[in-house]
């Protein structure tokens, strides 16, 4: 399973990128022979109620089914990303009838 990870107007230090690809690999370790590539876009988004939030794109690519692409806003980085996860989670469990 790859890693793909690009944040907007931030720098991506080598600490950060193992940081998320053991969290990524903790979140999805079910369904690491599932997934051939994940990949985490995160931008800034302007909401009206909060001002600045964050919102993670998260892609799934898995072998012999369609791709995987959710949305997900946090106040931060992490939540957004968890948030992301965790739907991913319940999308990957009705796939693949895996009970989690």
């Known amino acids: 399973m790859k890693l793909k990870l690009s944040i907007k107007d931030k720098t991506?230090?080598?600490?950060?990128?193992?940081?998320?690809?053991?969290?990524?690999?903790?979140?999805?370790?079910?369904y690491a022979l599932n997934i051939r590539a994940v990949e985490l876009h995160i931008d800034d988004v302007v909401s009206r109620q909060n001002g600045l939030i964050k919102q993670c794109r998260l892609n799934l690519q898995l072998p012999g089914l369609p791709s995987i692409v959710l949305k997900a806003k946090g106040n931060n980085m992490l939540q957004a990303i968890k948030r992301a996860l965790h739907n991913g989670q319940k999308i990957l469990a009705q796939k693949y009838a895996i009970a989690h």
């Open 12 to 30: 991506v230090t080598a600490a950060m990128k193992v940081q998320l690809s053991k969290l990524v690999m903790k979140q999805l370790q079910k």
